[in-house]
Nanobody, 125 residues
Framework: QVQLVEAGGGLVQAGDSLILSCKVS????????LGWFRQDPGKERKFVAN????????YYANSVKGRFTVTRDNAKSTVYLQMNGLKPEDAAVYYC??????????????????WGQGTQVIVSS
């Protein structure tokens, strides 16, 4: 019933920028933490970034700090991931995620209730 529809993936060169978006329905968007995870073939899905349900508190994996920015637009029920200075190691399928419970700030893997379908980011060296 909860749906997360992602868009914005594609093929870019190292050093380029890309923005991902995730439109959410089926829950009261403004009450939930939203986040992004990524997964390479043969590897586990890992945390990238998330934003709290309110106050715009953000969290980032060390590997993307200073390069990626997560934002949300409650009026559009959409969460974004702005990715700058992309590196080959950033290539992965990126998944949007919504919290299992409302009123949460930090969103780790165990906190996720719903996932998007994934959007692929390819970074050429």
């Amino acid at each position: 019933q909860v749906q997360l529809v992602e868009a914005g993936g594609g093929l870019v060169q190292a050093g380029d920028s890309l923005i991902l978006s995730c439109k959410v329905s089926g829950l009261i968007f403004s009450r939930y933490a939203l986040g992004w995870f990524r997964q390479d073939p043969g590897k586990e899905r890992k945390f990238v970034a998330n934003i709290s349900w309110n106050k715009n508190i953000t969290y980032y994996a060390n590997s993307v700090k200073g390069r990626f920015t997560v934002t949300r637009d409650n009026a559009k029920s959409t969460v974004y991931l702005q990715m700058n200075g992309l590196k080959p190691e950033d290539a992965a399928v990126y998944y949007c995620a919504a919290g299992r419970r409302a009123y949460v700030s930090r969103l780790e893997s165990a906190d996720v209730g719903s996932w998007g379908q994934g959007t692929q980011v390819i970074v050429s060296s």
